[in-house]
């Protein structure tokens, strides 16, 4: 007894056939001949040796080359993948289609291979398992069952030998000292599974009742997802049955994600590995800063309001020099273990020394030191040594005193 997907296969390609050849009949002899005609072609008896035959004509796949262009003809090619919880989105870590490629006219046997039989599985893995069940289903009067099934089989065969087009893109992939030649392939599962998720995504029932909701101000806990900037893509144009089964099925588009290059910010936080002021610090961010101190050393008088003005932009440039400082404390602990930084550096600017930063004071002196020394030869790039004014010990110890009072501050 057949199964009743197979009867009731059969039976819907009994009516379509009818249908179409009955439109043609004008006598009641001419009728019931070609309903005679029907009931044999039909019949498992002589469908399914035709069906073998043809199942050739077919090749089940996982990545088509016609998507790249129509007249490339390739290797089958099947990816078997495992599934590795790896992060990526890749053959074998998404539960996709197989596709098929091949003559439009052998469509129906895919479509009977994918037959689920009462017991859930498909006449295809019946028939690669060689199950009893199946040689029940096919045992035949006119065809032997392993002639059957190796035709049958022929859709899934895999190519004896790799096969590539000049019609499909190429690129060289380096490999040790040498290049492979790599043919890129559209993975139409994939693609066509992204495709199902942006549309279960948009127009689902729920999203569709959520965005409903949304206009009439009524609260939905579900809400919904919106997509932006989505572009189709088609592939066949009028026939998109000549690219691929799945295609056909997808109306012959599919979705193109949104996939600008990055925004990459310019990095102003260098990590140093000796010196935070020779490594880290750039002259010109510094620069007008300097330039205004330099106005005023270099007037011929002196009074309160020059000597604050001196000491504000002081400030200011040691205050710019400490928010750098606060970022390299943002970093994650021990960043300064791997570097050659003085251990008075480390203590300053890496957050694993927090506690020893705030209960001890030896190292201070050591950082505003070298503070004082960048400080001055900063000063002397951004001016001009021929033009900046000499600042002895007296001037330097000044300095000195007030980075050193701003400092404590911000430990």
Request: charged share 30%.
């Amino acid at each position: 007894m057949l199964d009743p997907s197979i009867e009731s296969f059969l039976a819907e390609r009994k009516a379509g056939w009818l249908k179409e050849k009955l439109k043609t009949c004008k006598t009641e002899q001419e009728t019931l001949d070609v309903e005679t005609k029907a009931s044999e072609k039909f019949c498992l008896d002589n469908w399914l040796p035709d069906a073998a035959k043809r199942s050739g004509w077919l090749s089940i796949i996982t990545h088509p080359s016609k998507f790249s262009h129509p007249s490339a003809k390739t290797s089958a090619v099947i990816a078997q993948a495992e599934s590795k919880a790896d992060g990526f989105l890749r053959s074998g870590n998404v539960a996709a289609e197989f596709d098929v490629l091949g003559n439009a006219a052998a469509l129906d046997v895919y479509k009977f291979l994918s037959l689920q039989l009462s017991d859930g599985q498909t006449v295809l893995t019946h028939l690669e398992k060689n199950s009893d069940t199946i040689q029940q289903q096919f045992t035949l009067s006119t065809v032997p069952f392993s002639e059957i099934k190796q035709g049958l089989l022929t859709i899934k065969q895999a190519s004896e030998t790799a096969k590539t087009s000049e019609k499909i893109k190429q690129v060289y992939f380096p490999v040790d000292d040498d290049y492979h030649l790599l043919s890129i392939l559209t993975p139409s599962g994939l693609m066509f599974k992204l495709k199902e998720k942006v549309n279960q995504l948009r127009f689902s029932d729920e999203a569709k009742q959520a965005r409903e909701d949304r206009r009439a101000e009524k609260h939905n806990e579900q809400g919904f997802d919106e997509l932006y900037n989505l572009a189709v893509i088609g592939f066949g144009g009028t026939k998109p049955q000549n690219i691929s089964v799945l295609n056909s099925q997808n109306g012959g588009t599919a979705y193109l994600l949104p996939s600008p290059p990055p925004q990459l910010e310019i990095r102003t936080l260098r990590r140093p590995h000796k010196s935070f002021f020779e490594e880290s610090l750039y002259f010109k961010d510094y620069q007008e800063s300097f330039e205004n101190l330099h106005e005023l050393l270099a007037v011929n008088y002196n009074n309160i309001n020059i000597r604050d003005g001196r000491d504000d932009i002081i400030v200011f440039i040691a205050k710019q020099v400490m928010e750098k400082v606060k970022r390299f404390r943002e970093l994650e602990a021990d960043w300064s273990e791997k570097t050659s930084l003085p251990q008075a550096q480390k203590i300053w600017l890496d957050a694993a020394f927090t506690e020893q930063r705030e209960n001890e004071s030896e190292w201070l002196d050591d950082v505003m030191s070298s503070f004082v020394r960048w400080f001055r030869i900063a000063y002397e790039k951004s001016v001009g040594k021929d033009k900046a004014i000499f600042m002895g010990d007296v001037e330097l110890a000044h300095i000195k005193a007030l980075i050193t009072d701003m400092a404590e501050d911000l430990r």
